[in-house]
């Protein structure tokens, strides 16, 4: 497994906290069940614990995005025999995903995220769309379960309507704190997001339905009838089948996107 260059230190406002558990390394490459041929991304190599087996699994063909420009020469000395080993120095929230696949297969995106870009990054690759086609994401676990949260839950809100819409969303398994250096205060998981090929509920607008899911969980202890009365009275939520005492967690994507539809067909602004 990757050694830990000499000197550097995690760096807190890069979120890092190198992943060391060979065991969790090695759940998490079968997991994603990389094969050669595919295009594979890895989001923060970091020491390149994870980079070395993903390497071998995907046939020696490897990308990574590396923000942190003190970890790329320990990078390009650890992985300097492989030539399909591509390093693109900078930030994966500016990185223009359709651009990077061009003309090749789909992207296969991975990476231990830190939790101040997650939901960002997450946001980020969705509107990839096709240029995408799975993720596989080391997070702080309640953005998992808030990924992964079903209609209900108390961790469901904008994040898990957003990420519903586009994808399937799986949970994977848990990841303990001391399978990290330095080890973070809170726990991890793996989840695997796979974008819809065809959206099941397609919105007529999305920066519509966007919309209104913000709108509906500004205040997500009050009702619908009190969260989207700017857009729509009480009668016209119940014309749609939908209880308007109703809070927004309680709703499906399908239910909002009957609400955004409606008002997209009656000429609602986004």
């Known amino acids: ?75 390009r000395v650890q992985f300097f025999d492989k030539p399909g080993f591509v390093i693109h120095e900078g930030d994966a929230l500016k990185v223009d ?3 990077l696949r061009g003309e090749g297969p789909p992207l296969r995106v991975v990476g231990n995220l830190p939790y101040n870009i997650s939901t960002p990054l997450i946001s980020h690759l969705l509107e990839a769309g096709d240029a995408v086609s799975d993720m596989h994401f080391m997070l702080q676990k309640e953005v998992v379960e808030r990924l992964a949260a079903p209609p209900g839950g108390g961790e469901r809100g904008r994040l898990s309507v957003l990420a519903q819409y586009y994808c399937s969303v799986e949970s994977l398994f848990t990841v303990p704190p001391e399978a990290f250096v330095p080890r973070p205060k809170v726990e991890s998981a793996i989840v695997r997001l796979m974008p819809h090929a065809q959206i099941p509920h397609p919105a007529q607008d999305e920066t519509l339905l966007f919309s209104v899911v913000r709108e509906a969980f500004a205040q997500r202890r009050k009702t619908l009838r009190n969260n989207l009365k700017a857009r729509l ?9 939908i209880d308007p005492s109703r809070r927004p967690q309680t709703l499906s994507v399908e239910e909002f996107v009957r609400i955004a539809n409606h008002l997209a067909e009656k000429g609602g602004a986004s």
Do not use: C, W, Y
């Open 1 to 75: 497994m990757a050694s830990r260059p000499q000197g550097h230190r995690a760096r807190k406002r890069f979120g890092q906290n190198f992943l060391r558990d060979p065991g969790i390394i090695s759940r998490l490459v079968r997991a994603i069940g990389a094969r050669s041929g595919e295009r594979l991304v890895e989001i923060g190599p970091g020491q390149g614990a994870l980079t070395e087996p993903l390497l071998e699994a995907a046939g020696d063909r490897l990308e990574v995005i590396e923000l942190d420009r003190d970890l790329i020469p320990g990078l």
């Open 97 to 99: 995903f359709r651009e």
């Open 233 to 241: 009275d009480a009668e016209a939520i119940e014309a749609l089948d």
